[in-house]
């Protein structure tokens, strides 16, 4: 798919990592310079045996959406490890498909943070997953 295909407000993010440059491109919606929406055009080599996008690119955008909007999140540079992840598969999108996942944080603690990922193709939800991060300040 060429970039004209990428909806407005979307730019090509550079995720600097090796298994993003395999399972992507994927593109970021800022507003007022924070993170919030990660977006993927689905391709060829997104696509299962039966010719539909592959449950783990779901499970893939969902968790690089948490990431970004978990450092968007906070003022000062942090690290997060996934504690739990559970999705749930709604419906299927097929290739030249543009998928959109947000976040919304549901608790923010001292040191978990418990989120809810939401990726539409189209109007239509496609999959959700609920995660739980250890969050800490970044060392240098």
């Avoid at 295909?5 to 992507?24: M, V």
């Avoid at 999705?87 to 943070?113: I, M, P, R, Y």
Wanted: glycine share 8%.
């Amino acid at each position: 798919m060429s970039e004209i295909a990428i909806p407005a407000g979307f730019e090509k993010l550079d995720r600097d990592s090796p298994f993003s440059d395999l399972s992507g491109p994927y593109y970021e919606k800022k507003e007022n310079g924070k993170h919030i929406a990660l977006g993927l055009r689905v391709g060829h080599h997104h696509l299962n045996k039966i010719r539909l996008t592959h449950g783990g690119v779901y499970m893939t955008l969902a968790d690089n959406a948490f990431g970004d909007a978990i450092l968007s999140y906070f003022d000062i540079p942090v690290t997060n490890v996934t504690v739990s992840f559970s999705g749930q598969f709604l419906a299927s999108s097929k290739e030249g498909d543009w998928l959109e996942a947000t976040v919304q944080f549901n608790k923010v603690g001292k040191k978990l943070l418990f989120a809810t990922c939401r990726i539409l193709n189209g109007d239509t939800l496609v999959f959700t997953a609920d995660a739980i991060f250890s969050v800490m300040p970044k060392k240098e």
